[in-house]
């Protein structure tokens, strides 16, 4: 099947500084990808919708300059947390999806979680 | 504003109990609803049900959806140990591009 990786698996930060999440598609062209937050004990919840070379769609409620998400290629996707605060900390996981495929066809990554002291 | 909500949030159980997850949603436009399990990391596809009334089986578990009542069931039986775990149930719906996540039922199961 499809593969999604995502790096770092794990990230612990000190507050202010800034953090990068690479998704990346491993055998297949991901033209949507989406990012979903999930803190714990609660379900995930999309933060943006991205497709390759336009700019991201982001969730209501969801800081675009403080998320700041590239999707440059069709193989790379990636979510940068800027200035990070403890209440940034969460699981933080990315999905693709192939071209002309349904959004029930999602490939999922590991996930990152984030900690900010 | 779409929304999809499962019950029980959290279940305890012992080994080789059967056991229901129950998902209800309000959508426009309905397309499907899917099942998915996490265990820690990313999420692992179970079931994508479409239709109402056909059941949708893999080994012990089984799921089936009723489009009428805007709900769907998620069955394990004889639950094992490895069965622990935090079931999403997420639906999708014509015209847009994104999946509603539920909460999420928590499901331990005691050796």
């Known amino acids: 099947g499809a593969v999604v990786s995502q790096h770092p698996s794990r990230v612990i930060c000190k507050s202010g500084t800034s953090v990068k999440i690479e998704c990346r598609s491993l055998?297949?062209?991901?033209?949507?990808m989406f990012w979903y937050r999930q803190f714990p004990k609660q379900s995930l919840m999309l933060m943006a919708t991205?497709?390759?070379?336009?700019?991201?769609?982001?969730e209501q409620g969801v800081e675009k300059d403080k998320f700041l998400i590239n999707h440059a290629s069709l193989t790379l996707s990636t979510l940068t947390v800027t200035s990070a605060h403890p209440e940034d900390s969460s699981f933080y996981i990315c999905?693709?999806?192939?071209?002309?495929?349904?959004?029930?066809?999602?490939?999922f990554g590991s996930g990152t979680q984030l900690s900010v002291l | 504003e779409d929304k999809v909500v499962q019950s029980p949030l959290s279940l305890v159980v012992h080994e080789g109990d059967t056991v229901t997850l129950n998902c209800s949603y309000e959508v426009t436009n309905f397309r499907s609803l899917l099942w998915y399990k996490q265990e820690k990391k990313a999420p692992t596809f179970l079931f994508m049900l479409?239709?109402?009334?056909i059941e949708k089986k893999s080994g012990r578990l089984s799921s089936i959806l009723d489009k009428k009542e805007l709900f769907s069931i998620l069955n394990i039986t004889a639950t094992q140990t490895g069965d622990s775990a935090i079931y999403l149930c997420?639906?999708?719906?014509?015209?847009?591009?994104?999946?509603?996540f539920g909460t999420g039922t928590r499901l331990t199961i005691i050796p």
């Open positions: 999905s693709a999806r192939g071209r002309g495929g349904w959004v029930e066809k999602l490939f």
């Open positions: 991205s497709n390759e070379g336009s700019k991201a769609t982001y």
């Open positions: 055998d297949f062209q991901a033209t949507t």
């Open positions: 997420a639906v999708s719906n014509f015209g847009n591009e994104k999946l509603t």
């Open positions: 479409t239709s109402s009334g």
